[in-house]
C-alpha cells in the first residue's frame, strides 16, 4: 500500500510554522504587579524588560509543543490515505471529434496529461480507453501505458462538423462502469450524461473564415463573417497555380457577414481565396474549381402538338442538349397514345400520355407515396382530364394517385427506368404546377447522377460524394488515398478517378459556421472532485489518524499545562 | 443533512469535562481552549454532508420474449 493524501492542501498549514516562530520571537509586554515587599526579586530575571519588540528566540517548551501541534495539525487536515494494493480502475476518455477541436491541440497536449496523471495516483492500476465522438471511428487506443495513450491523442485529427456526442458518450459510461472514470475531452461548455466528466481546454478566439461559395459560369460569390464579439481586420487575396491577386483588406464588425465577388482567373479552372491567418485555419482558404457539370443529352418524339410543351420542359432543365437522334440520348421524351404502346421504353425515357380531348375532370384528389422523387411536394390543384391511361402493368411503382387511377409511376429495371406521366399534360394545369415541374427536374437529375462522366465541381469538405462509375470498372480512388465516398475532410482540391479516368475533379472547402464560433469556448474541468472521489474509493483512512487527533489534543492539554503554571504572565509564551 | 461516521467519540466530551474539572489550571473553559478542544472532538466524531448529485440516467430495458 502507498500513502496518499486526501487533501494535499492541508499542508498550507505549514505557514503557521513561521507565524509562530515570529510570536515568540516577540518579547511580551510587561504587566505591573502591586507587591508589599520586594525582597524576593533579587532572584528573579526579568523575562522582558522592554515591551514587544523582537528578540532572540528561548528554547521553552510551550514553543516545542505548539511546532509539534502545527505539524499534526497539518497531517491531519491533508488526510493521509493508503491505497490498496489491489485496488483498479478504468478510465475512458472521449475526445470530441468536432473540427474546432484542431484550433486547440497545444492546449490539448498540455491539459490531458496533467489531468490524466492525476487520475493515474487514485488506483494501483488503470486501465486506460481513448475513444473519439466518430462512431464510425475504431478505439484510438485501449490499454494500462498512459504514455501510448497521450501519443494516440497527439496525433489525432478531428474531422466532423457539429454532431451528437451522446451515442459515443453512453458506450463510454459503459465501459467505465460504475468503478471507472469518463471524460469528455471538449472546448466549451455543454450537457453531457450523468456520471461523465467534463475537460474543457478551448478558450474564445477572434476568428473570421469563409462560409459559403457560389459559382455561376465565371463568376463566383464568397461569403465571409466575422465570428468574434469584436470588430477585426483582415486581408484577403486570389492564389492560383501562377501566383497571387494583391491583398484586399475588409474591417468586419463583430458577427457580421460580407459578400464578395469576383471572376475567376482566365484561362485556370482552380484557385483559391486566401483570407489572412487566425487561430482557426481551415476556414482560411476556401479552393475554388470552375464548375462542369455532366450534361444530359435529350432526345425528342412527339407530333407538333406537343413541340411547345417539349420546348418549355427543355428550356427549364439546367445543363442539357438536345439530341438529334435517339442513340446518343440519355434520356427521351415521348408523347404516346394509351394503346397499344404501353411496352417498356429502350432505354430511360419520360413518356407522356397523349389522348383524345377530354371534356370530364379525373374524380378525386392527388396523393403521392413515399418516395424520394416526390418527398416534399405538394400536388393539390392538380387538375386532369379523364382519358384512357396507360395499361398497368406488373412492376410498376406508382408515385401519384388519383382516386385508384396511377397518375405518375416508374416502369422498367434500373438500366431503363422510365418515368410515366398517365395523364395528358396538355389538357391539365400540370406545366403551372411546381410539384410537378419539379418532379420532373428530380427524375433528369437522377439520370445525371448515373451517367458515368466527368464533372467538376464544388463541395463542402467531408460531404458525400456520390460518383457514378462504371459497374466493370476498378473500384473508384480517392487522389492522396483517400475514401472517395466522401468529400476530404481538409480544405483543398481533389480527383475521384476510375483506374485512369478521370470522373470528378473537386474542390472541398469548409463551410461549417457553428464550427468557426469560438465566442462559447472555455477552459474548466469537472475532474477535481471526481479525483477525491475515486482516490477514497481505491484507498482506506489511515487508522492511525484518530491516534494523531488524540496527540494533538495531548499537545494542546501539555501547552496548557506548561503556560499555566506559576505567576499568571511570568512563564510567557502563547498560552492559546 | 448532517450525520457522524464515528459518534463514539462524543464521550470524549465528558472526558475533557472531568479532566476540567480535575486539573483546573488548565482553565479549559477559557472559550479558546474550549473552542479548540470542541472541534477536535467534531473532528473525532466524523461530521458528513448528504449532497444530492445533478441527477442520473435512468434506463428500463423490457425483454421482448413473450414469456417475460
Redesign the interface.
Known amino acids: 500500500m502507498s500513502l496518499s493524501f486526501a487533501n494535499p492542501a492541508g499542508f498550507w498549514a505549514l505557514l503557521a510554522l513561521p507565524i509562530l516562530l515570529g510570536i515568540h520571537l516577540l518579547q511580551r509586554q510587561s504587566r505591573r504587579v502591586v507587591t508589599s515587599t520586594m525582597f524576593l526579586f533579587d532572584t528573579l530575571t526579568p523575562v522582558s524588560v522592554e515591551g514587544r519588540r523582537i528578540e532572540r528566540l528561548r528554547n521553552s517548551l510551550p514553543l516545542w509543543l505548539q511546532l509539534a501541534a502545527v505539524v499534526l495539525l497539518a497531517c ?1 487536515l491533508a488526510g493521509p490515505r493508503w491505497l490498496r494494493r489491489d485496488s483498479s480502475q478504468r478510465v475512458v476518455v472521449v475526445l470530441d471529434s468536432s473540427v474546432s477541436m484542431g484550433a486547440f491541440r497545444d492546449e490539448l497536449a498540455r491539459a490531458l496529461p496533467a489531468h490524466l496523471q492525476t487520475l493515474t495516483r487514485v488506483a494501483a492500476r488503470t486501465e486506460w480507453h481513448l475513444l473519439e465522438t466518430d462512431p464510425a471511428r475504431p478505439t484510438l487506443y485501449a490499454g494500462t501505458e498512459l504514455d501510448a495513450l497521450l501519443a494516440a491523442a497527439k496525433a489525432w485529427v478531428p474531422h466532423l462538423g457539429k454532431h451528437d456526442f451522446a451515442p459515443t458518450l453512453n458506450v463510454a459510461r459503459g465501459l467505465a462502469r460504475e468503478a471507472g472514470v469518463t471524460v469528455f475531452v471538449t472546448d466549451r461548455r455543454t450537457d453531457v ?3 461523465v466528466e467534463i475537460l474543457a481546454v478551448g478558450h474564445p478566439l477572434d476568428n473570421c473564415g469563409w462560409v459559403g461559395v457560389s459559382v455561376n459560369g465565371d463568376r463566383w460569390r464568397a461569403l465571409v463573417q466575422n465570428h468574434s464579439a469584436t470588430s477585426q481586420t483582415r486581408s484577403w487575396h486570389i492564389e492560383t497555380e501562377s501566383g497571387a491577386s494583391a491583398e484586399t483588406s475588409l474591417t468586419l464588425a463583430p458577427g457580421q457577414i460580407r459578400t464578395l465577388g469576383g471572376t475567376l482567373p482566365a484561362g485556370k479552372n482552380r484557385c483559391e481565396l486566401v483570407l489572412s491567418k487566425d487561430g482557426f485555419a481551415l476556414d482560411d482558404r476556401l479552393p475554388l474549381v470552375r464548375p462542369e457539370p455532366k450534361r444530359v443529352a435529350l432526345a425528342v418524339n412527339g407530333d407538333k402538338s406537343w413541340d411547345a410543351f417539349f420546348n418549355h420542359l427543355t428550356g427549364s432543365l439546367p445543363d442539357v442538349d438536345v439530341a438529334s437522334g435517339t442513340a446518343r440520348a440519355d434520356i427521351r421524351l415521348e408523347a404516346r397514345a394509351p394503346a397499344p404502346a404501353a411496352n417498356p421504353a429502350e432505354g430511360r425515357a419520360i413518356i407522356f400520355l397523349s389522348a383524345p380531348n377530354s371534356t370530364t375532370n379525373l374524380a378525386g384528389e392527388p396523393l403521392a407515396e413515399n418516395n424520394p422523387l416526390t418527398a416534399g411536394l405538394v400536388w393539390n390543384g392538380l387538375l386532369c382530364k379523364q382519358t384512357d391511361p396507360f395499361m398497368h402493368q406488373d412492376g410498376d411503382e406508382t408515385l401519384v394517385w388519383q382516386g385508384d387511377r396511377p397518375l405518375i409511376f416508374l416502369r422498367g429495371g434500373r438500366a431503363e427506368r422510365s418515368l410515366y406521366v398517365n395523364f395528358d399534360v396538355r389538357q391539365s394545369n400540370a406545366d403551372r404546377l411546381p410539384a410537378f415541374v419539379v418532379l420532373l427536374n428530380r427524375f433528369v437529375e437522377s439520370i445525371r447522377a448515373e451517367k458515368v462522366s466527368f464533372e467538376r465541381r464544388n463541395v463542402e469538405t467531408n460531404q458525400a460524394l456520390e460518383v457514378a462509375g462504371d459497374q466493370a470498372g476498378p473500384p473508384l480512388g480517392m487522389s492522396g488515398g483517400g475514401d472517395a465516398s466522401r468529400a476530404p475532410f481538409s480544405p483543398g482540391f481533389f480527383e475521384v478517378r476510375q483506374g485512369d479516368r478521370p470522373l470528378l475533379e473537386g474542390a472541398a472547402h469548409f463551410a461549417d459556421a457553428r464550427e468557426s464560433d469560438f465566442k462559447a469556448a472555455e477552459t474548466f474541468d469537472t475532474l477535481e472532485g471526481k479525483s477525491s472521489q475515486m482516490a477514497a474509493r481505491n484507498s482506506r483512512d489511515d487508522f492511525l489518524w ?1 491516534v494523531l ?2 496527540a ?2 495531548a499537545l ?2 501539555a501547552n ?2 506548561a503556560t ?2 506559576g505567576p499568571r504572565g511570568v512563564r510567557g509564551g502563547v498560552a ?1 | 443533512m448532517i450525520r457522524f461516521a464515528a459518534p463514539e467519540w462524543a464521550l470524549l466530551a465528558l472526558l475533557l469535562v472531568v479532566v476540567a474539572v480535575a486539573w483546573r489550571r488548565l482553565q479549559l473553559w477559557l472559550p479558546l481552549r474550549a473552542t479548540c478542544l470542541g472541534l477536535l472532538v467534531l473532528a473525532l466524531m466524523q461530521p458528513e454532508i448528504r449532497r444530492l448529485g445533478k441527477g442520473l440516467d435512468l434506463w428500463t430495458a423490457r425483454p421482448r420474449r413473450r414469456t417475460a
Open positions: 491531519i450524461p450523468a456520471g484518530p487527533a488524540l494533538l489534543g494542546f492539554l496548557w499545562a499555566g503554571r492559546g
